[in-house]
């Protein structure tokens, strides 16, 4: 059997977009950084450095489903290229 190696789009800026649509949804639903980082457990800190450095802070999965429980949001809508 013989294998290649197929070509993907993948998106480089993936956590640029997660970032920007973090806090897009967090100040559509009307809470501060600190709400939202005491509700999903990280400091606050941690969340204003994810959300004004573009993501370079990275991000776990878990923490993104928190986010997207907390602002009652579709997990998807934190990818969408706006």
């Given at each position: 059997?013989?294998?290649?190696?197929?070509?993907?789009?993948?998106?480089?800026?993936?956590?640029?977009?997660?970032?920007?649509?973090?806090?897009?949804?967090?100040?559509?639903?009307?809470?501060?950084?600190?709400?939202?980082?005491?509700?999903?457990?990280?400091?606050?800190?941690?969340?204003?450095?994810?959300?004004?450095?573009?993501?370079?802070e990275g991000m776990s999965i878990k923490t993104l489903y928190r986010i997207s429980v907390v602002l009652?949001?579709?997990?998807?809508?934190?990818?969408?290229?706006?």
């Open positions: 059997m013989t294998t290649f190696r197929r070509e993907f789009d993948f998106m480089e800026n993936l956590n640029i977009v997660i970032s920007k649509n973090v806090r897009k949804y967090r100040k559509l639903v009307g809470i501060t950084q600190e709400q939202l980082a005491i509700d999903i457990g990280v400091s606050v800190d941690y969340l204003r450095r994810f959300e004004t450095q573009e993501g370079k009652d949001t579709p997990i998807n809508k934190f990818l969408e290229i706006n």
